[in-house]
């Protein structure tokens, strides 16, 4: 009733006007749309036959901050995303944004009646809205206290959170699950709180809906995680791919230069084992931070060593961490080919012949190399505790920088 409420007042202003209307939600998904005046562009049409607004759009409607208008003002056009400008009207009820009223006006030429037009209609539509929201608040409220209670395991009766899900229709049961995490690396740009949670919210929602039913997400602070299960259990190549599209869509909203993160947690046995898989996307996520070669994105799975470094704690993650010989071999290795050489030989079970070849160098040169990292740790390569030390070393070496 409450649609058919909204679609009537949005249908009854386009004409009005003579101009295509949207109602969106705070997200910018669409939630209705008047019929076409002759004046819709590619984004329109996209929107209404996809029913997907798509992240570069959100990003550039969110980057006008909208989100804090308390008064209409102007979109300007996207040629590269075939948008047009659009008169955006911030609907709020309660000092709360419900939802965003657009107006397609291309050469802005909408007259100040016109514009009070359209602020008369976003107040009964407002009213609208915001009894829809009282509702609906207790639905999310309810499934993102039934995801924080079985990823941190904060019930001692995981099974009432469990239940909560399936009757709430976002998470059927499956044989096993899966947790990934998404933040921002806030080393890349400064991002006000309010407008981070957006970010990560529209993210996350987006993705849960590439599987209604199988997943559920949530927003725990400075983090937007996906809860999911699984009839199969997923492999690492697909989990990776569905992270870079949660940072993609989380890059988007924000602007790329926002450097979103990701950390994926191991592939578990059931909804019970969820606190585990998160414990792992946590861990993942630090690894994402800290180390450069992962570009920002990593798998518990695929951590090996790192992972027993990156669960020290925080004020422990320091160079003094690094072993004494390890420093002075930085110091005296500005180019840091030593220390490639050294975490190839180390990598490779201490096999001279396999490093030479995986480095591309005639064997002489790499018995140079060893000896001189030798001489300059002042300890032996053929110990086995040697390596141990070094081998660990070098992880703790790659987290602190």
């Not at 006007?17 to 984004?43: C, F, I, K, P």
């Not at 630090?286 to 180390?291: G, K, N, P």
């Amino acid at each position: 009733m409450a649609k058919r409420q909204v679609q009537n007042l949005v249908d009854a202003l386009a004409e009005r006007l003579g101009r295509s209307v949207v109602l969106d939600d705070t997200e910018v998904n669409l939630l209705v749309a008047s019929r076409h005046y002759g004046d819709a562009d590619e984004q329109r049409i996209r929107a209404v036959l996809q029913r997907d607004v798509g992240t570069a759009a959100i990003g550039h409607i969110l980057g006008q901050d909208v989100a804090h208008w308390t008064s209409p003002g102007v979109v300007p056009a996207r040629e590269d995303l075939g948008m047009k400008s659009r008169l955006c009207h911030p609907i709020r009820r309660q000092g709360q944004l419900l939802g965003l009223l657009l107006v397609i006006d291309e050469d802005q030429s909408m007259t100040p009646e016109e514009i009070e037009e359209v602020v008369r209609t976003g107040d009964d539509i407002g009213a609208i809205l915001y009894g829809e929201l009282l509702s609906q608040d207790e639905h999310r409220h309810e499934q993102e206290t039934a995801v924080v209670e079985l990823l941190t395991g904060d019930t001692a009766r995981p099974e009432t959170a469990v239940r909560t899900l399936d009757r709430l229709g976002v998470l059927r049961h499956g044989a096993h699950v899966t947790v990934t995490a998404v933040t921002l690396d806030d080393r890349a740009v400064a991002v006000e709180t309010a407008v981070a949670e957006l970010a990560l919210r529209v993210a996350t929602v987006s993705a849960s809906r590439s599987r209604p039913g199988y997943t559920a997400s949530a927003v725990l602070g400075t983090r937007g995680v996906l809860l999911q299960t699984w009839e199969n259990g997923p492999t690492g190549e697909r989990l990776r791919e569905q992270a870079t599209e949660l940072r993609d869509a989380v890059g988007s909203v924000l602007g790329h230069s926002a450097g979103a993160i990701a950390g994926v947690g191991g592939v578990h046995a059931g909804l019970h084992e969820a606190h585990r898989a998160y414990d792992e996307a946590l861990v993942a996520l630090r690894a994402a931070l800290r180390v450069a070669r992962l570009d920002g994105l990593a798998l518990a799975d695929e951590l090996g060593a790192l992972d027993l470094v990156l669960r020290l704690p925080e004020t422990e993650l320091t160079p003094a961490r690094v072993p004494e010989p390890l420093r002075r071999l930085r110091c005296q290795d500005p180019h840091g080919q030593l220390l490639q050489t050294l975490r190839c030989f180390l990598d490779l079970a201490g096999s001279r012949p396999a490093t030479a070849e995986a480095l591309h160098i005639h064997r002489t040169t790499l018995y140079y190399r060893l000896d001189r990292i030798e001489q300059i740790t002042g300890l032996s390569l053929d110990d086995g505790s040697t390596r141990l030390l070094l081998h660990l070393g070098l992880q703790v070496l790659e987290v602190v920088g």
